[in-house]
């Protein structure tokens, strides 16, 4: 059982999407991001040509991944921007 208990039973799962959300916003991105990649290579998938089946699959996963990845370094480097860049407020702390 989890430790961290700053959940409550009665948060609906739509608030704690939008919680979660306005915490790493690049998260719900890379989802997007992935499912439309995915997507577009389905749409594709008849339209593929003469090229195998199997070279087509991996080629999607490898751009699919590559938004992903590129999302999570884009997030990374925004939680690190307001982390140790950002101007703060001098009230905070």
Do not use: N
Request: one cysteine or more; a positive charge; hydrophobic letters at 40%.
């Amino acid at each position: 059982m989890c430790a961290d208990r700053r959940w409550s039973a009665d948060e609906e799962q739509s608030s704690k999407l939008m919680r979660k959300a306005k915490e790493s916003p690049f998260v719900p991105i890379g989802m997007a991001g992935f499912l439309g990649v995915v997507a577009y290579g389905l749409y594709k998938l008849k339209a593929r040509g003469d090229t195998k089946m199997s070279i087509h699959l991996i080629h999607m996963r490898v751009r699919a991944q590559g938004f992903v990845v590129g999302a999570m370094t884009l997030g990374v480097l925004y939680s690190m921007y307001k982390e140790y860049l950002a101007p703060r407020d001098p009230e905070e702390k």
